[in-house]
């Protein structure tokens, strides 16, 4: 069985699994950058026009196992080039030349030292995901953001995670979700810190729908596509679930609660106090708890 290296060009995953001497390349990888239009089942039949000999063989490991499939040498790489229509042939091809091929004939591999954004790792995650399905992408997006950003990855992901509807209990969540976006992720890195601050309180606070507003927006800047908004609580919520849980709720009218230099203040029945560790703050959030 092969021995693969992954190779990332601008979020497009592609597999190679030669040698130094004899570069060779997963030809389905290939048809996904050069033929974008193209379905997952549709790419190998853009391969039957290369020649025999510029194509082979070759067993690659995948999650459901060891697999064979087709793969393109040097000369079938540049055969792929030339028909392609895709403005992103004639990049991807000056890539291959000026970067990979050097790197692979002095080193045997091909590495990438820049650290990736969170929206590369996002938009390589989108095309795992429709190559391979959503385990390998959870498993692809947990690994790079464990990489990169540690403060992010989260809990490893596991085969087969509960999935349950958080209840505005007052207890602490438990809630597991198959896949936090990565929108939310890098809007929790990013804008979770920008509180506004209740005229009555001294600490920070947030309503919910302003938190919606924030993140609808925070996605639209940087090209991501949001989740729906109930979702968008939950995995909110789920990201830090230790830390993240209702303290407690008012009851109808007005209570009093300590502010932090410990005089009591007033706050209206409608607050919800959220304590949030991770950023050594709370949260208040009217209409009702994340």
């Given at each position: 069985m092969s021995e693969i290296s992954l190779f990332d060009f601008q979020g497009y995953q592609i597999r190679h699994v030669g040698t130094a001497d004899e570069p060779e390349w997963v030809g389905a990888d290939v048809v996904a950058v050069l033929r974008p239009e193209a379905e997952a089942r549709d790419r190998t039949t853009y391969l039957k026009g290369i020649l025999s000999e510029w194509k082979g063989r070759k067993k690659v490991p995948t999650l459901g196992g060891p697999q064979e499939m087709?793969?393109?040498?040097?000369?079938?790489?540049?055969?792929?080039?030339?028909?392609?229509?895709?403005?992103?042939?004639?990049?991807?091809?000056?890539?291959?030349?000026?970067?990979?091929?050097?790197?692979?004939?002095?080193?045997?591999?091909y590495g990438v030292t820049e650290k990736p954004s969170i929206l590369d790792i996002n938009r390589a995650?989108?095309?795992?995901?429709?190559?391979?399905?959503?385990?390998?992408?959870?498993?692809?997006?947990?690994?790079?953001?464990?990489?990169?950003?540690?403060?992010?990855?989260?809990?490893?992901?596991?085969?087969?995670?509960?999935?349950?509807?958080?209840?505005?209990?007052?207890?602490?969540?438990?809630?597991?979700f198959k896949e936090i976006d990565l929108s939310v992720q890098s809007f929790v890195e990013k804008r979770l810190k920008l509180l506004s601050v209740h005229p009555e309180v001294s600490e920070p606070k947030v309503s919910r729908q302003q938190m919606i507003d924030w993140y609808v927006e925070y996605c639209h800047q940087h090209d991501m596509r949001p989740v729906g908004f109930s979702h968008f609580i939950h995995q909110l919520k789920a990201l830090t679930p230790r830390h993240f849980r209702p303290r407690r709720r008012c009851r109808v009218g007005e209570t009093t609660k300590r502010d932090r230099s410990g005089k009591l203040v007033k706050m209206p029945a409608h607050w919800v106090c959220i304590e949030l560790a991770n950023y050594q703050s709370s949260l208040r959030l009217t209409n009702r708890s994340f």
């Open positions: 087709t793969t393109v040498y040097e000369p079938g790489l540049y055969a792929l080039i030339a028909r392609s229509n895709s403005p992103l042939a004639i990049p991807f091809q000056k890539w291959v030349y000026e970067e990979v091929l050097p790197s692979i004939r002095e080193t045997g591999s995650n989108k095309r795992i995901e429709s190559l391979h399905g959503k385990s390998a992408a959870r498993r692809h997006y947990w690994e790079a953001m464990s990489k990169y950003y540690p403060g992010l990855a989260g809990d490893e992901p596991v085969d087969e995670p509960q999935l349950k509807s958080p209840q505005s209990s007052g207890q602490p969540s438990d809630v597991k």
